[in-house]
C-alpha cells in the first residue's frame, strides 16, 4: 500500500501564507502523479493542484493559479503545496492524493488519498 500523511495546516489571515507537505512511504513505485485537493464546509471535495512524480507538468484549478505552487521533493518522498495569498474562500481541509495512472485528478479519482489537513484563512 502507499501512505500519505499531511501536515501544516493551522489558522492564518487573509492575504497571509502557509506551506503544506505530505509525507509518502509504502509502495511509493507504484506513484505516476501527485495532487492536492479540498473540501470547505458544506461544499464537495475540488481539485486545486497536481503534477507528475517523475518530471514537471503542473496542474492548477482557476481559482489558486499564481497563488498556490505545487512542488516535490523525491528524494524525501514529499510533496508540497505552497499556498500564498490566501483568501476567506480557500479555508478547507486539504488533502494530499496518488495516483498510479495520469490525469485523472480531473475527476478526483485517485488509488490512494491521506487524511487531511485544515487550513482556516480568518477576516
Known amino acids: 500500500q502507499v501512505q500519505l500523511v499531511e501536515s501544516g495546516g493551522g489558522l492564518v489571515q487573509a492575504g497571509g501564507s502557509l506551506r503544506l507537505s505530505c509525507a509518502t512511504s509504502?509502495?511509493?513505485?507504484?506513484?505516476?502523479?501527485v495532487g492536492w485537493f479540498r473540501q470547505a464546509p458544506g461544499k464537495e471535495r475540488e481539485f486545486v493542484a497536481a503534477?507528475?512524480?517523475?518530471?514537471?507538468?503542473?496542474k492548477y484549478t482557476d481559482s489558486v493559479t499564481g497563488r498556490f505552487t505545487i512542488s516535490k521533493d523525491n528524494a524525501r518522498n514529499t510533496l508540497y503545496l505552497q499556498m500564498n495569498s490566501l483568501k476567506p474562500e480557500d479555508t478547507a481541509v486539504y488533502y494530499c492524493?496518488?495516483?498510479?495512472?495520469?490525469?485523472?485528478?480531473?475527476?478526483?479519482?485517485?488509488?490512494?488519498w491521506g487524511k487531511g489537513t485544515l487550513v482556516t484563512v480568518s477576516s
Open positions: 492524493a496518488a495516483d498510479r495512472s495520469y490525469g485523472r485528478y480531473v475527476s478526483g479519482i485517485m488509488d490512494y
Open positions: 509504502g509502495r511509493t513505485f507504484v506513484i505516476n502523479e
Open positions: 503534477l507528475a512524480w517523475a518530471g514537471t507538468m503542473p
